[in-house]
């Protein structure tokens, strides 16, 4: 990380953030979801899907390139039981997918199962938020995403999938929820965005050209993957020796559920761009499941159950030189407690675009402490 890196408090990021949404067209209501949405991502240190976000994926399509429509239309297309098919319409993706999920909860509180599945929807942020939504409600929580294409297929150089995550999280009886929340490629762009904003490379093996060489320098692959000139290797890289259709299966299961149950766009339509070369909404899919874990046993016995899987885990053998073993969840939960009186790193290049946004929107009243 570069060294010019200044703690913001998050208190003031989030006011900031509802403030730059509210100023180019997004309700006040809906500006908090999405600043929610956002920094909590910081909280847990998730700073490749926070406020580093704000302008490169949510200012600038809605401002720049006008491919995000700021007030969200949430059209309920089917509501059957336990079951609703849902159409952004192009609006907020946090906004559409934080009432997805609360129509499955709804639905899993009635049913024991709850699905709602999403199209037309635009970036979410970072996944774990809805699942965690679930959690919050006593049950467990499952979402995935289909994502602009980035990802070669196994034995392929196309990037055609999107880094497509898969998630879970469940209530334990810790002070945190096991929470999975990674791409199904090995790397995913934000975190290159985030490698390329602090001037560093990207490790060898992760990305490769068209004519399967490794690319390691950041800013260039960005670049390449809008042009369909790099792609991601799936989770277990680039061979079947290595497990890579694993990961390259995976990925295909999250675009066929966030497709094909809604008959939304799939693959190279997810570009952001047209025949023509023209920007063009995304058209995301999503889907959302939450299970309520009363209607299968007592909850305190599924908490105790799961955590003492956990602890079981993590008080197994380390490896030589290893200092201890973590849990999904956990290092998130140490994240905030590391963070929550220091506030989010906020470096160089990302004071520039926090300073730019206000400027243009003259939010005069925000100062930041790097200035």
């Known amino acids: 990380m570069s060294n010019q890196v200044t703690w913001v408090p998050f208190d003031l990021l989030e006011a900031f953030t509802v403030d730059v949404l509210m100023a180019i067209g997004v309700p006040p209501e809906d500006a908090r979801v999405c600043a929610d949405v956002l920094i909590t991502a910081d909280k847990r240190g998730i700073d490749s899907h926070g406020v580093g976000r704000l302008k490169t994926i949510y200012y600038d399509r809605i401002v720049k390139f006008g491919v995000q429509q700021p007030v969200t239309e949430f059209e309920v297309v089917k509501d059957k039981a336990a079951t ?11 906004v559409i997918s ?16 709850g699905m709602v599945v999403a199209r037309n929807s635009t970036h979410y942020g970072f996944a774990a938020y809805y699942p965690l ?10 979402t995935g995403t289909n994502a602009r294409p980035s990802m070669a297929p196994t034995f392929g150089v196309d990037n055609m999938l999107g880094t497509n995550p898969l998630v879970f999280a469940m209530p334990t009886d810790e002070k945190f929820a096991f929470t999975n929340d990674y791409a199904t490629s090995i ?34 692959i960005l670049e390449d993957l809008i042009r369909g000139a790099a792609a991601l290797a799936p989770i277990g890289g680039l061979s079947e020796e ?8 995976f990925a295909t299961v999250v675009e066929l559920l966030s497709a094909a149950l809604q008959q939304g766009a799939f693959l190279k339509q997810l570009s952001g761009f047209d025949a023509g070369g023209q920007r063009m909404p995304y058209s995301l899919g999503h889907f959302f499941m939450a299970i309520d874990i009363a209607h299968f046993i007592e909850l305190p016995a599924f908490r105790k159950t799961t955590g003492d899987i956990l602890r079981a885990l993590r008080a197994s053998h380390k490896a030589p030189g290893a200092d ?30 926090l300073v730019a946004m206000r400027d243009e929107q003259h939010l005069t009243t925000h100062c930041f402490p790097f200035e």
């Open 133 to 142: 939504m679930a959690t919050q409600a006593d049950m467990i929580g499952l």
């Open 98 to 113: 934080r009432k997805c999920m609360t129509m499955a909860i709804e639905k899993a509180r009635q049913y024991g199962l």
């Open 187 to 220: 790397i995913q762009r934000g975190k290159i965005e985030q490698y390329a904003r602090e001037g560093r490379d990207c490790p060898p093996g992760l990305i490769i050209d068209r004519e399967g060489n490794t690319q390691t320098d950041s800013k260039q």
């Open 242 to 249: 290595t497990g890579g259709h694993k990961g390259y299966g």
């Open 324 to 353: 201890r073993i973590y849990t999904h969840g956990e290092k998130e939960y140490l994240a905030w407690i590391e963070r929550e009186h220091k506030g989010a790193p906020i470096n160089a290049e990302l004071q520039k675009q």
């Open 84 to 94: 609703a098919v849902v159409d952004g319409h192009h609006g907020m993706g946090m």
